[in-house]
């Protein structure tokens, strides 16, 4: 059983694609690639973290919202996001919860669809892992951005995230927050 994370995937977003310059001609070919891309890595058995923003539209369309779902392999968590509306919290989702503490190995995590300035365990090496912000900010040393739109509309694992992680600038206000901790 492995895990896997993502963010942002706005299913059904016609108007994301402008947004976020998504390479996809139209919402049905951007569905199908996000769903394919998580088909061929995430298996059954696997927990698959989705940090906010799973789709976009009305609550009647319940239907579309439900085939999304159950196109999307492993059993889904759902940390809720800002368009995350009732209909999209009825789905059958293993856990839905506003901020979750996961551990994944050894590794100490924090999962709120928001980028945070700091979070339980921030001071015991905990990465926080956000969506949110979409193309705009990748994060930094301790906190990643895990939407799609920053992992080629792919979802990730915890080695990919730890690896980016290092490449990633130190949080500019980590002294303000975090006192004579150092990362």
């Known amino acids: 059983m492995a895990k896997w994370y993502t963010a942002d995937l706005h299913f059904g977003h016609k108007r994301i694609i402008e947004f976020c310059k998504r390479p996809f001609a139209s919402v049905a070919e951007m569905n199908a690639k996000i769903i394919g891309n998580f088909q061929s890595r995430v298996q059954p058995d696997d927990d698959l973290w989705i940090i906010g923003d799973f789709a976009f539209g009305q609550s009647e369309s319940i239907s579309q919202f439900e085939g999304w779902f159950h196109g999307l392999p492993g059993r889904k968590h759902l940390i809720l996001g ?42 015991d090496d905990a990465l926080q892992l956000f969506g949110h912000v979409h193309d705009q900010w990748p994060g930094t040393r301790n906190s990643v951005n895990v939407g799609v739109d920053q992992w080629d509309f792919c979802p990730v694992q915890i080695d990919d995230i730890r690896r980016r992680a290092a490449k990633l600038d130190v949080n500019k206000h980590w002294e303000d927050v975090e006192h004579g901790n150092a990362l």
């Open 82 to 123: 800002n368009h995350d509306d009732e209909a999209i919290v009825s789905l059958p989702w293993e856990s839905v919860e506003d901020i979750a503490r996961v551990t994944d190995g050894t590794q100490k995590l924090v999962l709120c669809h928001y980028p945070m300035i700091t979070w339980e365990d921030a001071r």
